[in-house]
């Protein structure tokens, strides 16, 4: 028997991971209150709460341990990004990762030396051009206006670029620290690999991303259920909760069936891109495609249950909804995530 054979149905969590993802929940429960994200909205980054992240090792686990990692899956990463957006913390911590981990393929870090090791440990933050459709000239970058280093393509390299001034923020629904780059006004450019193998390593950090921003959504949307569900069963309409009423119970047994659907689709897509990622190459963008639908969706019918209140600016469920809105768009045009996933499983299919 394929030693793979019963794991590519089996996704339950081992007692290591149940107990990674319980120690992340307690770490964002404890230091990422919703008065700390509303206070990081100007920038889009908790500097502070980042260097509390990094001494974690949630940085260094995520690279090889040949570069001075500790060689986490992307099943282990799946489990904190979960955690990262149940509390929709402000931190592109996502975006620095996988750019790291193109480093780390490319051959750009070596353990010991001071440059990588600062990747490694997070004091040298990574963007990386999150895009699924390619362009050349100025493009908006998720991280673009808190990274020390940006990670591009331009063309058929894959280039690195630095600013002495970083580009401004750009205001945005998903209150990221977005910004406009151009490469070729960069203060320091390098050209780190070319050529189609450096495009295939390229396209497999897009796809790690894809993973980690969809089980990020899973958890935002898993934490506006929570909400909507808690907020149902303490408000009383004619004597009786309003979760009893069908209009309120069922969309919110929706949501919890989209919650577990896209939980298991993210770990199925994280499991066969670390393992086998030539076997199922479509499964990371659909997983994506499929939790940037849904979240919206799910996050909208979360303050609907909350009526006025649910509206308002102050109310948790609203900051929900503006990044289950925005966090996908740091991709690009989701219809061209869309056409990707059907051009991927027809070639399978094929």
Not at 3 to 15: F, V
Not at 32 to 37: E, F, Y
Not at 161 to 185: C, E, H, Q, Y
Request: contains cysteine; hydrophobic residues 45%; charged residues 20%.
């Amino acid at each position: 028997m394929d030693r793979y054979e019963l794991r590519r149905q089996d996704y339950s969590l081992s007692a290591d991971q149940t107990e990674l993802q319980a120690v992340y929940a307690k770490f964002f429960r404890s230091r990422c209150s919703l008065d700390t994200v509303r206070a990081a909205e100007e920038t889009g980054f908790d500097k502070d709460l980042w260097e509390q992240l990094c001494a974690t090792g949630a940085t260094s686990m995520a690279l090889p341990e040949a570069v001075g990692g500790d060689g986490a899956t992307l099943v282990e990463l799946s489990l904190v990004a979960e955690e990262l957006g149940r509390v929709i913390a402000p931190l592109p911590w996502i975006d620095h990762i996988c750019a790291a981990r193109l480093l780390g393929r490319l051959g750009v870090l070596t353990a010991g030396e001071s440059d990588s090791t600062e990747v490694v440990e997070g004091t040298r933050l990574l963007a990386l051009d999150t895009r699924v459709d390619p362009t050349t000239g100025v493009r908006l970058i998720a991280a673009g206006s808190v990274a020390d280093d940006i990670i591009v393509r331009d063309g058929d390299d894959i280039v690195r670029v630095s600013f002495d001034t970083r580009p401004a923020k750009v205001d945005n629904i998903g209150r990221l620290p977005m910004a406009w780059v151009d490469p070729a006004a960069a203060d320091r450019r390098t050209v780190l690999a070319s050529g189609a193998q450096a495009l295939t390593e390229y396209h497999r950090a897009l796809d790690e991303w894809r993973v980690l921003t969809a089980a990020a959504l899973v958890g935002l949307i898993d934490e506006t259920l929570r909400i909507a569900a808690e907020f149902a069963t303490t408000r009383y309409t004619m004597g009786v909760p309003i979760s009893t009423l069908q209009g309120i119970s069922h969309p919110l047994a929706n949501i919890a069936i989209t919650v577990n659907a896209a939980r298991n689709l993210t770990r199925r897509a994280a499991w066969f891109l670390e393992h086998e990622p030539d076997t199922q190459p479509g499964l990371s963008a659909a997983a994506f495609v499929f939790i940037a639908e849904e979240a919206p969706r799910a996050a909208t019918m979360a303050v609907q249950v909350q009526g006025g209140l649910g509206v308002a600016t102050e109310a948790a469920a609203s900051a929900y909804l503006v990044r289950a809105r925005g966090w996908p768009l740091a991709a690009g045009d989701l219809g061209a995530s869309a056409v990707q996933v059907a051009e991927l499983f027809a070639a399978a299919s094929a």
